[in-house]
């Protein structure tokens, strides 16, 4: 029978594990990396619709002072992650964004991006850009108060997630009408951040919208990236240079899209800003899992794209700790890991893009077979049918670099028990 463990040996054990596992980077290796750590990720508390919490709420303070510890040099936050909705808008408010000014220069961490809660509140059961004039002027004196908190922390992106801009029944609402009113609304955050940073002699902020196919309301108007590139483009903005993208890594697998081709097009827009960075599962809900766990290859095949058009942005751990991992466990494994995951993944890409079996490959297919005067298809088909196979030894070769299979790692002596797989 194996030995109880007390709560301290239980502690003591996941730090050895950790330790043995390896692939961990030092905190000043892992602050070259533009990496934020949410404060809504690190202080969730495993709380859901069928899940009550299985962890203690935690303060802005605690939750920076340990990303700094970790090396996490990023921090975001939701306005009412760190401000109470009745000290919003109010001279409390600023005391508070003081206190955390305070924290974020103790601990050596900067504030990357801030977002609005335009969701949970009962006030947007019907979305912020509601039939109701009431409604909708609180929005903007919201969105307009997030620009300023912005500005505040020294922000240089706010993040729009219109959860609720959509419907549950059908023939509600107009949904064009519904469209133009929210764009009043970015309007107004646009022109207050270019008021305050006029008066602040700061930059204006990089505004981003992030998209999701579904939940809460039954149908969302803005439900993909390339919605909300229609929508930057649709000519409702006032000043669409100032707004762009950030999409989720999750969001666009949820509804069955290919996350790289939805950072393709965000990127020959020039709009993709900001990135949230998760795994999950294709057709399912918002499980927001830690990068990687789910699908290193695909993740290796996003950052392979990001790295070859020159992305710099932030990459934000939109995720959440899973229920059965402590409150100790969140700051010791579950932020390096996800974090020492991501590192690896991005040098990886690097070596791939590198990598001579698919530069030599690519080069190939791209070159071609010398028949580009040939007057008929099958003439061109069979000139290049043979270089078409590199697709897939291209596929094979990206697995081997993932595996490290093309350093040499091969199982050729199996365990004793694994021996009846084999035939001599």
Not at 9 to 20: C, G, I, N
Not at 110 to 116: A, I, K, L, P
Not at 213 to 219: H, I, L, M
Not at 364 to 381: I, M, N, P, R, Y
């Amino acid at each position: 029978m194996e030995k109880e463990l007390s709560a301290g040996d239980q502690r003591a054990l996941v730090d050895r594990l950790m330790a043995s596992c390896g692939g961990s980077y030092t905190p000043e290796v892992r602050r070259r990396y533009f990496i934020s750590g949410p404060q809504w990720a690190a202080a969730y508390q495993g709380q859901a619709l069928f899940h009550a919490p299985v962890r203690r709420a935690i303060e802005p303070d605690e939750v920076i002072r340990n990303l700094s510890e970790i090396g996490i040099a990023w921090w975001a936050t939701h306005d009412i992650d760190i401000i109470s909705a009745a000290d919003l808008l109010t001279d409390r408010q600023n005391l508070i964004l003081d206190g955390i000014s305070e924290s974020l220069k103790r601990y050596g961490v900067r504030c990357s991006m801030v977002t609005g809660e335009t969701f949970f509140s009962p006030v947007w059961a019907a979305g912020p850009a509601a039939e109701q004039p009431e409604v909708r002027a609180y929005a903007r004196r919201r969105l307009e108060n997030v620009v300023e908190i912005g500005h505040r922390l020294g922000a240089s992106f706010i993040v729009y997630w219109p959860g609720t801009l959509g419907y549950q029944l059908q023939g509600v609402i107009d949904e064009t009408l519904m469209l133009q009113r929210y764009a009043e609304l970015l309007n107004a955050a646009c022109e207050k951040d270019i008021q305050v940073a006029q008066t602040a002699g700061r930059s204006t902020m990089r505004h981003c919208l992030e998209a999701k196919p579904f939940e809460p309301q039954a149908e969302i108007l803005l439900p993909t990236t390339d919605a909300m590139l229609n929508f930057i483009a649709s000519g409702l903005l006032e000043h669409p240079e100032m707004v762009g993208v950030n999409p989720e890594y999750l969001h666009e697998l949820m509804w069955g899209g290919a996350p790289r081709a939805a950072l393709a097009r965000a990127l020959l827009r020039g709009k993709l800003w900001h990135f949230d960075i998760n795994d999950g599962y294709r057709l399912k809900h918002d499980v927001d899992i830690g990068v990687g766990l789910v699908n290193p290859l695909d993740w290796l095949n996003v950052l392979m794209l990001l790295r070859a058009h020159g992305y710099n942005g932030p990459f934000n751990l939109d995720y959440k700790p899973p229920r059965t991992t402590s409150e100790y466990g969140v700051f010791r494994v579950s932020f390096p890991s996800a974090v020492d995951r991501f590192i690896t993944l991005w040098e990886i890409a690097g070596e791939a893009l590198a990598d001579p079996v698919i530069c030599e490959a690519t080069r190939a297919l791209e070159a071609g077979a010398g028949a580009s005067g040939a007057s008929d298809g099958d003439t061109v088909f069979e000139a290049n049918k043979e270089l078409w196979t590199l697709h897939e030894l291209i596929g094979h070769r990206l697995v081997q670099i993932l595996l490290g299979q093309h350093r040499g790692r091969t199982f050729v002596d199996l365990a004793p028990e694994h021996q009846e797989m084999r035939r001599d």
